[in-house]
C-alpha cells in the first residue's frame, strides 16, 4: 500500500516508516524539517520524503494515497493544533472510504482503576505533569470529535501510561481500559506501537473506534 505518515521524523513516527518499509510499502514521510528527513532517509532510502506543513495539505495530493497515519506531536503551548488537524484530515475524506485515517491518540483517555475514572484525572492531579498535560488534555477532545465522526473511515490507537522509545514487545491489545502487563507495568514502546500499527493496516479489526496496545512479557 501507499501510506503517508505525518509526522514521520518523530519517536513514533520514525518507527512507523521503518516498521512500513520493512513491510514492503511504499512510504510517504511528510515532516516540516529536511534536515531530519534527509536523516531519515539515510535509513530508510525506498521511502518518499515530503517537505510540507501538514495544514497545507490538499485533497488532490492525496488522492493516491492507501492510509494516512497521524503521529503528529506539538509543543504544549500548541496542543490545540491536534484537534485541528484531525478536523481537517476528516473535513477532507467524509463520505470516503480512502483514504483509512489512522490517529495515534494519547493514554489519558482510557479508563482505570475500581471506579473506571480517565487516566487524564490522575494526570492532572501530579503537578509534574503541568508543563505537558496540555497534549492529553487535546488529544482526549481530538478522541471525542472523532467518536462523532462515522462517514469517514478512521481508527485511533493509544499507548499505555509511558510511551518511549524501545524495541518491540510482544503485543497486549484492549479496547478502552488502561492495559498492565503481567509484571504490572503500562508500558508502549514506539517499536511496539508501529508493529500493531502495521498489523492494523494489513488486516483491518477496528473501525470508527479506538483500541490500545501495550508491551507485553517477552
Avoid: C
Amino acid at each position: 500500500m501507499k501510506i503517508l505518515i505525518i509526522g514521520a521524523t518523530g519517536m513514533a513516527g520514525s518507527e512507523i516508516v521503518k516498521a512500513a518499509s520493512n513491510r514492503g510499502h511504499k512510504v510517504i514521510a511528510l515532516a516540516r524539517s529536511a534536515d531530519k528527513l534527509r536523516e531519515l532517509k539515510k535509513i530508510n532510502p525506498t521511502i518518499e520524503p515530503m517537505i510540507k506543513d501538514v495544514f497545507h495539505l490538499n485533497k488532490e495530493e492525496l488522492s493516491s494515497v492507501d492510509v494516512i497515519v497521524n503521529a503528529f506531536s506539538v509543543s504544549p503551548e500548541k496542543a490545540y493544533l491536534h484537534i485541528d488537524l484531525a478536523t481537517k484530515l476528516i473535513s477532507l475524506f467524509r463520505k470516503t472510504e480512502n483514504p483509512r485515517l489512522v490517529f495515534i491518540l494519547g493514554a489519558g483517555s482510557l479508563h482505570t482503576g475500581a471506579d473506571h475514572h480517565l487516566l487524564i484525572k490522575d494526570m492532572e492531579k501530579d503537578p509534574k505533569n503541568n508543563s505537558f498535560i496540555a497534549v492529553p488534555q487535546n488529544q482526549l477532545k481530538e478522541l471525542n470529535f472523532l467518536k462523532d465522526v462515522d462517514n469517514v473511515n478512521w481508527v485511533g490507537i493509544s499507548p499505555s501510561a509511558s510511551f518511549h522509545a524501545g524495541k518491540a514487545k510482544p503485543i497486549l491489545k484492549g479496547k478502552e481500559d488502561l492495559l498492565f502487563n503481567k509484571n504490572g507495568k503500562s508500558e508502549t514502546s514506539a517499536a511496539t506501537m508501529a508493529q500493531a500499527i502495521l498489523d492494523e493496516i494489513e488486516r483491518p479489526t477496528h473501525k470508527q473506534m479506538r483500541f490500545t496496545v501495550a508491551d507485553g512479557i517477552d
